[in-house]
Every structure is written in structure tokens, then in C-alpha cells.
């Protein structure tokens, strides 16, 4: 027969032997949840939304689930750059010793043209290019200014004026929930600045 004492160690004894096992539980299962968790942080999208992942990921740790990036994405695939001449002019400097200081007020057009479905799209051409628009998007302007050029004694020179220009192809992608929706090619043209010119003739 057990006496109350005796009870008493046993019941004690009970008690811290349940406490151990449960605190070995907790710890392993608190060290599974963080491994879980180390294995599941990944890369944000764009938008800057965090992923969440599949509960079955494969050899690289993550695998991003069917909620992850919405919207626009851009890749280049060729670039250029170009003149657009709008004002020529010949200028002849018949002295023999003295140059010829000739000045001209002239016209440009800037713009900025595009077949992006987004002006995320066209910003990503921009920024892949890193050359600035003049202007906005669609928008066309014609500008003017006062140009001076120097003809050197007994020669003849083309005066030339307009604008600098860039062309590019590529493609945008449009995705929903991390599924592709769209994908289609698209072209874009903007001026970034003026240009003169002048060559003997």
C-alpha cells in the first residue's frame, strides 16, 4: 500500500517527467516552424508584394503559389539611336581671312511615341535604356531657338538642326496572381535632345 508521502513524490515526479517530454516537443516543433520559415522567405515581385509559397517546395527552397506578382513587365530586345534633321541651310564664306559668324533661328520636334499598353511599360523601356524623353507620352511639340555657326575663310559649309532621337523594340508581359495573361511586342520612339551639324561642301 502506497502512503501519502510516497504518493505525493510519485505525483511530483509525474508532473516534471510530462514537463521535460512537452518542453522536447515544443522545442522540436518550434525548430521545425522555423526551419519552414527560413525555407519559405523569398524575393519580393515589382509591387513589392511578399510571396507565399507552396507547402511542397522543390530542390531551391521556394516555389512562388498562384497568389504572387500582378502587373506589367518589360524586356528590351534592341535599341538605336538616331537623327532627325528638320533645318539645313548652305552658307558660303567668300573672304579669305576673316570667318563668318552666321546665326539662325530654327525648329525642332520633340516627342515621345509608344505601342505600350501601360506607361509602366514605356517608363521599363526608358529606364532599361537610360535615356530620358523630352516629352509625354503621345505628346508632340515643336520648338525653336537661335543657333550660331562658324564658317571658316573661302569655304562653304551644310548647316544642319533637329533632334536626337532613340528607337526600341521589345516585349511587355502583363501577369495576373502570378500567371501570364499577356505578352506582346511593342515599339517605342522619343527624342532626348537637339542636334546641329555643320560639314564643308
Not at 513589392?48 to 531551391?60: E, R, S
Not at 530654327?106 to 537610360?130: C, F, N, P
Request: with cysteine; charged share 25%; proline share 3%.
Amino acid at each position: 500500500m502506497i502512503s501519502k508521502g510516497n504518493f505525493k513524490k510519485m505525483s511530483v515526479a509525474f508532473v516534471l517527467t510530462a514537463s521535460v517530454f512537452m518542453g522536447i516537443g515544443n522545442g522540436q516543433a518550434l525548430a521545425d516552424t522555423y526551419q519552414e520559415t527560413a525555407k519559405m522567405s523569398g524575393p519580393h515581385y515589382g509591387n513589392d508584394t511578399v510571396l507565399k509559397y507552396l507547402p511542397t517546395l522543390p530542390d531551391d527552397g521556394y516555389r512562388p503559389a498562384e497568389e504572387a506578382y500582378t502587373g506589367w513587365e518589360y524586356e528590351k530586345v534592341t535599341k538605336s539611336k538616331h537623327k532627325k534633321t528638320y533645318w539645313d541651310h548652305e552658307a558660303d564664306n567668300t573672304k579669305n581671312k576673316e570667318k563668318r559668324t552666321v546665326s539662325m533661328s530654327v525648329e525642332r520636334s520633340k516627342y515621345t511615341s509608344s505601342s505600350a499598353s501601360s506607361t509602366g511599360s514605356l517608363k521599363a523601356a526608358v529606364a532599361e535604356i537610360a535615356i530620358h524623353y523630352e516629352t509625354g507620352w503621345g505628346k508632340t511639340k515643336r520648338v525653336s531657338t537661335t543657333c550660331t555657326y562658324t564658317i571658316p575663310a573661302k569655304q562653304k559649309h551644310l548647316l544642319k538642326f533637329g533632334s536626337k532621337y532613340v528607337k526600341s523594340a521589345g516585349y511587355e508581359r502583363y501577369y495576373n496572381m502570378g500567371k501570364l495573361k499577356k505578352k506582346r511586342s511593342i515599339h517605342n520612339k522619343w527624342t532626348y535632345r537637339e542636334y546641329s551639324a555643320q560639314e564643308p561642301i
